[in-house]
């Protein structure tokens, strides 16, 4: 008699059933809890997954990989093909599969997602924009590479030297619109550089290095480009999205950092001179913030400055709504700055931080907190005090990426998702799955 031997991932399924047919006796799942795992593997059959980067919108989780090689292709031709291009792939809250798309070259810069469109930067110098095609839910294969996702394709090519209206020989961008994946040719000249693209839902705005230029979001259609030294600067080192406008850090002709803001229609509005380097640049709707040295500045669209706060170390930025949250691993702190009164509101200390995100509810970590023995899984309230604390899982380590999904906090550690529950609660909590249940209180 031959005895089954229990998969990992069996278990987990088995703990996670098991655990939901206890609604029925009174059981409610609680913060940091279980709820679902999703193997997402590492390419198409045979074909190699190269760069991938995943990002997410607060609904959906996107997985964004090139790939090369020989692979399946699913849809109307079935079969063995060969891939090199881009793929991105969209799961929701419940760790399901829900849309994807292909391009038809590798994306080769960071990705912008806004309003469920995903704007990808290619090697061959276009950039293409995809988003969820109308389709019938319960038919659609989202494996298929014949779907509709992309809903617009542009090439362009940088500007001549001395057209500061990006009006040059070249400028002009053609453009492949709604639902279709074929990418016309901007002219047979040099191929424009790769682009580091940032989007608003009015605006994408891609940067390379000697220039900047920008298309409409929703058509593709280029609206402006600049090379430096139409903008009188050296080099273009950062951007970002406000509302209609883009905009833009530069280093000056004497070495000096300048923000510019520039129009839909290429019109330089206003020119703000830092005083130290930029660690880093952050919009809301109408505000950019500048992080310099010591200081954080507030800036409105006219370039005038709203309001200045007192910056002291380094930290990443979690921008949501009107709550920005600086993170430092360094330090291991986490500060919260509320931007309508301009304040910080409060900062904690005493935290080993792995992997951070944020909502409208409060902050989430994988790593330690003060109230916690060892590493877990943690919250933090949007006024700063301890939500909850859970242990990690032993089969997801203490590292991955945590990204905030409708209602869940899912987890990625290399080609596995893990889908946890958000919200605490005065309830008793799976800590493991490792053969077996043990259960605490989570009140906090």
């Known amino acids: 008699m031959t005895r089954e031997r229990t998969t990992r991932r069996g278990l987990l399924a088995s703990i996670v059933v098991g655990t939901a ?21 590492s390419g198409p059959g045979l074909a190699r997954a190269g760069d991938e980067r995943w ?61 469920g469109r995903v704007y990808l930067p290619l090697a061959n110098g ?3 924009a995809l988003e969820r095609a109308e389709t019938d839910e319960e038919t659609a294969d989202y494996r298929s590479d014949d ?8 090439e362009w090519t940088a500007v001549d030297s001395g057209s500061a209206d990006g009006s040059g020989d070249g400028s ?40 900047v230029v920008a298309f409409d979001a929703a058509t593709g259609d280029e609206q402006f480009a600049f090379e430096v030294d139409d903008l009188a600067v050296t080099a273009s080192d950062d951007g970002a999205v406000a509302g209609d406008r883009a905009w833009v850090v530069a280093t000056g002709t004497d070495d000096e950092t300048v923000a510019l803001t520039i129009d839909t229609d290429g019109t330089v509005r206003a020119e703000v001179s830092l005083r130290s380097s930029l660690d880093w640049l952050e919009t809301t709707d109408s505000t950019a913030l500048l992080a310099l040295e010591d200081e954080l500045w507030a800036l409105d669209a006219a370039g005038d400055r709203q309001f200045t706060v007192q910056r002291d170390g380094s930290g990443t930025p ?43 509810d409060g902050v989430y970590a994988v790593g330690t907190a003060p109230e916690m ?72």
């Open 318 to 360: 979690l921008l949501v709504g009107d709550r920005l949250y600086r993170v430092d691993t360094a330090a291991g702190s986490i500060v919260a700055v509320d931007l309508d009164s301009s304040e910080s509101v409060w900062r904690r200390d005493g935290y080993s931080l792995e992997a951070v995100t944020a909502d409208a």
């Open 147 to 154: 779907d509709d996702a992309t809903v617009w394709t542009t």
């Open 126 to 128: 276009s950039v293409a």
């Open 55 to 115: 990002v997410d919108d607060g609904d959906f989780l996107y997985r964004i990989r090139n790939r090369s090689g020989t692979g399946i292709s699913y849809g109307d031709d079935l079969g063995f093909t060969e891939f090199d291009d881009a793929r991105v792939t969209a799961y929701d809250s419940r760790g399901q599969h829900v849309w994807g798309g292909s391009t038809d070259a590798q994306y080769a810069g960071d990705p912008a997602v806004v309003d």
């Open 373 to 444: 023995d060892g590493c877990g899984l943690f919250g933090v309230t949007a006024s700063g005090e301890p939500w909850w604390q859970v242990p990690m899982l032993e089969e997801a380590g203490c590292y991955g990426d945590l990204f905030p999904v409708g209602d869940r906090l899912v987890l990625r550690v290399g080609g596995e998702l893990y889908g946890f529950h958000r919200e605490p609660g005065a309830r008793y909590t799976l800590l493991s799955a490792r053969g077996y249940s043990r259960f605490r209180p989570n009140s906090h």
């Open 21 to 41: 047919s206890l609604a029925g006796c009174g059981y409610q799942p609680a913060g940091g809890e279980l709820v679902w795992t999703e193997s997402v593997g």
């Open 172 to 211: 002009e961008a053609n453009t492949s619109e709604t639902n279709t994946s074929e990418t016309s040719s901007a002219d047979d000249g040099e191929t424009a550089p790769a682009l580091a693209v940032t989007a608003g839902s009015e605006l994408v705005v891609g940067f390379h290095g000697a220039g």
